[in-house]
């Protein structure tokens, strides 16, 4: 029941603060104005996702004190969470080179993996490999590649939004089927619950994209 919670507060605060960066890009003039290359065709305030992040973030020491999740996958969310989240704001108030975006998102991908203790050895047919360095090699190109994969989803109405809360209820359900003593699945329904408040706004029309 306390879960339930969460998620109505997380869903609520990230509702409550993507409707503040709405009003406060606007403000500031932080608009994405459609190009040739674009998606969309009406200019729409950016900058929501600060929203998700804040929201999910907020209720991870929720969880820990709760004893639903362990010390490690706390600080490895937040570690990695706070720094994408703080290089994608101050790159949409100016623009911060690719070099210097990439390297904080391999910091934040080897920090995840730090914490988590690497990529786990792959068992298939009997057998399990341990891949060692190249296994934390390969998971960090793969984070920082679905990082920036994701973000040519957003500026399309709805779209980036619906994908996250399909992806996480799908994880959700493959990891209550494998482990369904584990609270693991709690994570990405959480982050489903923060994705969904800020859907709200960017539903077609978008008022406002990630």
Do not use: K, Q
């Not at 109405?157 to 493959?174: F, H, K, Q, S």
Request: proline residues 5%; aromatic residues 16%; charged residues 10%.
């Amino acid at each position: 029941m306390i879960f339930l919670w969460f998620l109505l507060l997380t869903s609520a605060v990230s509702w409550g603060l993507t409707g503040f960066l709405r009003r406060y890009a606007l403000a500031r003039n932080l608009i994405d104005v459609p190009n040739e290359r674009s998606s969309h065709s009406t200019p729409t305030p950016r900058g929501g996702g600060v929203a998700i992040v804040t929201a999910f973030l907020a209720a991870l020491p929720l969880l820990n004190r709760f004893d639903l999740l362990a010390n490690p996958v706390c600080l490895a969310l937040w570690g990695a969470g706070c720094a994408v989240a703080v290089t994608g704001f101050l790159d949409d108030h100016g623009h911060i080179a690719a070099r210097w975006r990439l390297l904080v998102h391999f910091g934040a991908a080897a920090w995840g993996l730090y914490w988590l203790g690497g990529f786990p050895p792959v068992s298939a047919f009997g057998y399990s490999l341990d891949l060692g360095w190249f296994g934390y090699a390969f998971a960090a190109v793969y984070v920082v590649w679905l990082l920036n994969l994701y973000n040519f989803m957003d500026g399309i109405d709805g779209l980036a939004g619906i994908e996250a809360i399909t992806v996480c209820c799908g994880g959700a359900l493959m990891v209550w089927l494998v482990a369904p003593d584990s609270t693991a699945w709690m994570l990405p329904v959480l982050l489903a619950s923060a994705v969904l408040g800020f859907l709200v706004w960017n539903f077609p029309p978008a008022r406002i994209f990630m």
